[in-house]
């Protein structure tokens, strides 16, 4: 069954890096998104994109971050200068179509540390 | 703003009994659509059941069935027969209609599953 992957597991930054986390959606899907999750707190949402723009973003989705989908295949989630506060797990989703006929396909997620 | 409320942190279940997982949300909007997602421990979210606002009917999954009160802003979760590939976290959710696919989550709850 096709699964959504996600490179690092885990990654290790210092305060100030440039980080650049990466999402394989399922092949045939059109929709990704981008959700975080600190530690003992909500799953929340960042972003969501489709046809190469940003469809919706939080407030969290501020100007140290940027998405990009640069080729057929990857989706990426970039923070300019990290934060202690970054750290969370990073969750990357897509779907087939939008709205709740779109299933989301959730990544087993990249653990992001900030020290 | 939309919120959603899980108030059981933690619930356990007998094997082969049942258990019913709740969750309240706010919205001031009629449009919108409710999930109940599963995450077992160091895998990937899966969708377990979702809800259409304007159905009356509730939502039914082989196992699983939800008890969606509309008035009340209540869409509680029931698990009958639990296995103990059941185990996980649950994590109920909301989306409004039209809005970019935006998941909000409540902070889940932990079931256990005892033999």
């Known amino acids: 069954e096709p699964e959504v992957t996600q490179t690092p597991s885990h990654q290790v930054t210092q305060m100030g890096q440039e980080v650049i986390l990466r999402c394989v959606p399922i092949?045939?899907?059109?929709?990704f998104y981008w959700y975080r999750q600190i530690l003992g707190q909500k799953v929340e949402f960042l972003v969501s994109f489709y046809n190469n723009e940003i469809s919706e973003k939080s407030e969290i989705f501020d100007d140290q971050f940027s998405v990009e989908r640069p080729d057929g295949s990857n989706f990426t989630l970039k923070i300019r200068s990290t934060k202690l506060e970054d750290s969370a797990m990073y969750f990357c989703?897509?779907?087939?179509?939008?709205?709740?006929?779109?299933?989301?396909?959730f990544g087993p997620g990249t653990r992001l540390t900030v020290t | 703003a939309q919120t959603v409320t899980q108030s059981q942190p933690e619930m356990s279940v007998q094997e082969a009994e049942t258990v019913t997982l709740s969750c309240t949300y706010d919205t001031s909007e009629s449009d919108y659509y409710l999930f109940w997602y599963k995450q077992p421990p160091s895998r990937q979210m899966i969708l377990v059941i979702r809800q259409e606002a304007y159905k009356q009917q509730n939502a039914t999954e082989n196992r699983f069935s939800v008890n969606f009160q509309k008035a009340a802003k209540s869409f509680s979760l029931k698990i009958s027969d639990s296995q103990l590939g059941d185990a996980a976290m649950y994590f109920c959710a909301y989306e409004l209609y039209n809005q970019g696919g935006k998941l909000i989550f409540g902070q889940g709850t932990e079931l256990s599953v005892k033999p």
């Open positions: 989703a897509s779907s087939e179509t939008q709205a709740a006929t779109g299933e989301q396909y």
């Open positions: 092949s045939n899907h059109l929709y």
